[in-house]
């Protein structure tokens, strides 16, 4: 890895960038009442994660969330459906825009985020 | 078929009676994206940063190189192959479907003898390196990002770093290609040469890319050592460390007499590469200086980075080659034939300076080898010097690019493919050879203009059509 030289740029990078993805609260906010609860994570859907999301949200590249936690993702879910999936498609900070899943749709997306927020399969 | 038909203006069920209709009765094939959606378009598409935007019609991700063929038989109207979405440029906008490869992945084939292994054209390149070396291989060079397609970063020909290395597409000895009527091309130098070489760095223009067959060697180490160098003084020697170094380069920072250097060559010593420390002092320094006026940065990151202290790590190839790029950005790259890359590197920082362009983003200048394919943008009987200027996804880059771009013409600069430029087809040709054969092959591959949307219509001068994007 070049460690130094993605330091400093990094580091350049930082002083620009926007600000982290999410606040940090105290505690964490609750989760929206049901949200995404009714989409369904099917193997279809699993096989979309490891192509995609577990690039980022299994080791926290970024910034991610990771996959199960419910703490980091309780303040996302708080803001409601629509600006987390208007996030997914756009991009935020630095998750890039379809977060890797060019085939994924907007029913693949709450289906997703239901299983790395702590959902079953 | 198995694959994936989403939010189409053609429904899966459709699609599959009229592949059935068509099979049977010989009935013209169903047009893609012609007909009125009947369910929610499909979401809009965006490259890695951000920039770029498109709406398909719908999505098409194949499981499988026959479900990919059975789709390109039973339809018509546009499509564009998508990999990670890692290129600036507008390769991929379509309003028709997009081909979404990355089911297409894994190590197909492996050859201990030749040290060759054919991997499908999805699999991402930062998923190939373990795979590959508990094989025993190792690819021969690797690109900075791990996140590419092979696809997409070999239609692009997408590259790294060393005088005596090539880019991806370089060490490709067979492919697939699947295309535009479904058809099967088994491509290598001895078969077929003309399209072997052609279709190593394709833009994606001749067909869909399914599996690539690569030249390795054996799995190898890596020292990896960086500093920091006055960028003059490393331009005086750049030729002699280059030489003397499996991958040499640097990233001269803007607004400074500095440069960030870097060395790599292969080791025996065992892997040592713990986990970065946090901010050394040098970003929250970066920060404040943004407020100044760029004209007045200058000793203020010179004094920084002269403090900066020297680096060294040991890792097998595939982690000590490439990066995960977690900060989004936009980026303009050119190649310039060697002999006078140190020469338009100075205009470049030069004009930077003179015109107080405010950016923070260093430069990246290294070398690539010439390789035998008809448009790598370091084909042809000299070695390049690749030079890139980035900014963050956030900003606007026009200006900045805008300012740039005539210098990197003027000594004779060729565009990466997969990152911003704004070239058409009369320049495009005067830079490449075999441009024009180029053209003619994907006329007789693609005869409709299927693979083509509007950027690539304006690069091969083909005319608009109302139903590309």
């Known amino acids: ?121 | 078929m198995t694959g994936r038909v989403r939010r189409s203006g053609f429904s899966r069920r459709e699609w599959l009676a009229g592949s059935a209709l068509a099979g049977l009765f010989g009935m013209a094939r169903p047009t893609l994206g012609a007909t009125p959606a009947a369910t929610a378009p499909s979401l809009p598409w965006r490259n890695w940063s951000g920039g770029i935007v498109a709406r398909p019609a719908g999505r098409f991700a194949p499981a499988s190189e026959e479900a990919l063929i059975d789709f390109l038989r039973a339809t018509s109207g546009p499509v564009r192959p998508v990999g990670s979405g890692h290129s600036f440029t507008e390769l991929v906008p379509t309003d028709g479907h997009l081909i979404v490869i990355d089911q297409l992945a894994g190590i197909l084939d492996h050859d201990p003898a030749t040290l060759q292994a054919t991997m499908g054209g999805g699999a991402r390149i930062g998923d190939l390196g373990a795979p590959l070396e508990a094989l025993g291989q190792a690819m021969i060079n690797l690109p900075d990002i791990d996140r590419q397609t092979l696809a997409g970063a070999t239609a692009t020909a997408t590259h790294g770093t060393g005088i005596a290395h090539q880019s991806l597409s370089g060490y490709i000895t067979g492919m697939r290609l699947v295309t535009a009527d479904g058809g099967v091309l088994d491509l290598d130098a001895e078969t077929d040469p003309d399209t072997f070489h052609a279709a190593r760095v394709s833009l994606g223009a001749l067909g869909v890319v399914t599996r690539i067959r690569m030249q390795n060697r054996e799995p190898y180490r890596l020292k990896v050592r960086s500093w920091a160098q006055t960028t003059e003084s490393v331009l005086e020697t750049f030729d002699e460390s280059a030489a003397r170094h499996r991958h040499f380069e640097m990233f001269p920072l803007v607004h400074s007499d500095y440069a960030l250097v870097l060395a790599i060559d292969e080791t025996d010593e065992p892997v040592r590469n713990p986990p970065p420390e946090e901010d050394d002092g040098f970003g929250a320094a970066m920060a404040g200086w943004m407020g100044l006026p760029p004209g007045e940065r200058r000793p203020h990151i010179n004094a920084a980075a002269s403090q900066i202290a020297p680096s060294e790590v040991v890792d097998t190839s595939h982690r000590a080659l490439t990066n995960v790029r977690n900060s989004r950005f936009n980026e303009m790259e050119y190649s310039v034939p060697l002999h006078v890359g140190g020469e338009c590197l100075r205009e470049v920082l030069r004009t930077i300076a003179e015109r107080e362009i405010d950016v923070v983003f260093p430069l990246e200048y290294r070398y690539v080898a010439r390789d035998d394919t008809w448009l790598g943008m370091s084909s042809g009987d000299e070695d390049h010097a690749a030079i890139s200027i980035h900014r963050t996804a956030t900003e606007d880059y026009r200006a900045y690019f805008d300012a740039i771009e005539p210098i990197f013409l003027k000594y004779g600069g060729r565009p990466h493919w997969g990152k911003v430029h704004s070239l058409g087809h009369a320049e495009l040709s005067a830079l490449y050879p075999r441009f024009e054969d180029f053209r003619a092959l994907r006329r007789r591959l693609d005869p409709d203009g299927r693979f083509l949307n509007a950027h690539l219509r304006h690069v091969f001068g083909e005319p608009p059509s109302e139903d590309s994007a």
């Open chain 1, 1 to 121: 890895m070049r460690r130094v030289l993605l330091l400093a740029l990094a580091a350049v990078l930082a002083g620009c960038a926007e600000p982290p993805a999410e606040p940090t609260p105290e505690a964490p906010a609750p989760a929206a009442p049901g949200a995404f609860a009714d989409a369904e994570i099917t193997d279809d859907i699993m096989g979309l994660w490891s192509r995609s999301c577990i690039l980022c949200h299994v080791h926290g590249e970024a910034n991610a969330p990771r996959v199960g936690d419910a703490e980091a993702w309780a303040p996302r879910l708080a803001q409601g459906e629509d600006v987390l999936l208007a996030r997914t498609v756009e991009g935020y900070n630095d998750m890039p825009p379809l977060g890797y899943c060019m085939a994924c749709e907007r029913e693949d997306f709450r289906a997703l985020i239901r299983f790395m927020a702590g959902g079953a399969p």
